[in-house]
């Protein structure tokens, strides 16, 4: 079983910048996708940034050019740099792995417990 351990979110003035951490644990698991989804109150969960194991990126247009994704696959890890925060930023941010564990050989799809990110204006 993998699991999720994510940091690094809090309150932040419009304008300024956070970075979230996801590490991945377990035993005996490749990972293929790592990922960043957000949501507020009343909206479903959207889809923010992914990286695939070959390096390839993908943005939510409302992001695109203030986050950066990047991924650390010696640590397992996940990053989403956030720059240029806006107020609409404000949400609970999951961090999201998938990929297939060994033994058993079957595949996972992994959420973090969420870290709340603020953006006052």
């Known amino acids: 079983q993998v699991q999720l351990v994510e940091s690094g979110g809090g309150l932040v003035q419009a304008g300024g910048s956070l970075r979230l951490s996801c590490v991945a644990s377990?035993?005996?698991?490749?990972?293929?996708?790592m990922g960043w989804y957000r949501q507020t109150p009343g909206k479903q969960r959207e889809v923010v940034a992914m990286?695939?194991?070959?390096?390839?990126?993908n943005y939510a247009e409302s992001v695109e050019g203030r986050f950066t994704i990047s991924r650390d696959n010696a640590k397992n890890t996940v990053y989403l740099q956030m720059d240029s925060l806006k107020p609409e930023d404000t949400a609970v941010y999951y961090c999201?792995?998938?990929?297939?564990?060994?033994?058993?050989?079957?595949?996972?799809?992994?959420w973090g417990q969420g870290t709340q990110v603020t953006v006052s204006s």
């Open positions: 999201n792995v998938g990929g297939f564990g060994l033994t058993p050989f079957r595949s996972f799809n992994a």
């Open positions: 377990g035993s005996s698991f490749n990972i293929a996708k």
């Open positions: 990286i695939s194991s070959g390096g390839s990126i």
